[in-house]
């Protein structure tokens, strides 16, 4: 079993930066592929961006591209640097996990996630 805990969102301006963290543990970090996910008040959760698991690859939803960039480490962590937020990045965003079926972009592919962080962008 895999345990996910998300950390950093908040409360920011519009134009501001923020950096998501996700702690993992339960399984080896390098047998997980990783994925950021996010639902906006109203809307069902989309697709963020997604890294494979030794980081190799990167995806992003165009919404983000240029903007938000994510990372990991070798220390079980999974991150998302978010910059020039916009009113629209305004919502709850989660960690995923997903071993080596299924695709990048797909949440009912991730079994694994964690209870989310708000991310709050005010105008």
């Known amino acids: 079993q895999v345990q996910l805990v998300e950390s950093g969102g908040g409360l920011v301006q519009a134009g501001d930066s923020l950096r998501l963290s996700c702690a993992a543990s339960g399984r080896p970090f390098n047998t997980l592929n990783m994925g950021w996910f996010r639902q906006a008040p109203g809307k069902e959760r989309e697709f963020v961006a997604s890294i494979t698991w030794v980081g190799l690859f990167t995806y992003y939803a165009d919404s983000v591209k240029g903007r938000f960039t994510i990372s990991r480490d070798t220390a079980q962590n999974l991150y998302l640097q978010m910059n020039n937020l916009k009113p629209e990045d305004t919502a709850v965003y989660y960690c995923?996990?997903?071993?080596?079926?299924?695709?990048?972009?797909?949440?009912?592919?991730?079994?694994?996630w964690g209870q989310g962080t708000q991310v709050t962008v005010s105008i």
């Open positions: 995923a996990a997903r071993g080596n079926s299924g695709s990048y972009y797909r949440q009912n592919d991730y079994p694994y």
